[in-house]
């Protein structure tokens, strides 16, 4: 019962990142505005790095292949988006309670990364 409520737990938590990486690789010109500013380049290439991370970071952990090294990359990515797009928008008053809500959430997905990361390092033991 353990390894069912494990797995399931797993894919629960990896493959909505699947499909975040999906919207990303196909709203890509729609999400580069989001982007912020001090970001070189154009948005367009950091929506499309982001929806790979995304899918890359989703099977790792769904098919426990450099889960440890996906989950990492996943909470990296997380802790970025809360530094760079959330707690900027807290103080503005059309999107603050959104950025607040984005910005738990999202801290709340990189404990979840946090938490696969050391899972993977204790199956490998």
Same mark, same amino acid.
Request: net charge positive.
């Given at each position: 019962?353990? $390894?069912?409520?494990?797995?399931?737990?797993?894919?629960? @938590?990896?493959?909505?990142? #699947?499909?975040?990486?999906?919207?990303?690789?196909?709203?890509?010109?729609?999400?580069?505005?989001?982007? !912020?500013?001090? @970001? !070189?380049? !154009?948005?367009?290439?950091?929506?499309?790095?982001? #929806?790979?991370? @995304?899918?890359?970071?989703?099977?790792?952990?769904?098919? $426990? $292949?450099?889960?440890?090294?996906?989950?990492?990359?996943?909470?990296?990515?997380?802790?970025?988006?809360?530094?760079?797009?959330?707690?900027?928008?807290?103080?503005?008053?059309?999107?603050?309670?959104?950025?607040?809500?984005?910005?738990? $959430?999202?801290?709340?997905?990189? #404990?979840?990364?946090?938490? @696969?990361? =050391?899972?993977?390092?204790?199956? =490998?033991?």
């Amino acid at each position: 019962m353990q $390894k069912i409520t494990l797995m399931g737990g797993r894919v629960l @938590f990896a493959l909505p990142f #699947g499909v975040f990486g999906i919207f990303h690789l196909l709203s890509a010109g729609q999400l580069a505005g989001l982007v !912020p500013a001090l @970001f !070189p380049g !154009p948005g367009v290439f950091w929506v499309y790095l982001t #929806g790979v991370i @995304f899918l890359l970071t989703s099977a790792s952990i769904i098919f $426990k $292949k450099y889960q440890r090294e996906g989950s990492l990359l996943l909470a990296v990515q997380l802790l970025v988006f809360i530094v760079t797009v959330w707690l900027p928008q807290i103080g503005n008053t059309e999107t603050g309670q959104l950025a607040i809500v984005n910005l738990l $959430k999202d801290t709340a997905l990189l #404990g979840g990364a946090l938490t @696969f990361a =050391k899972l993977a390092r204790e199956e =490998k033991k």
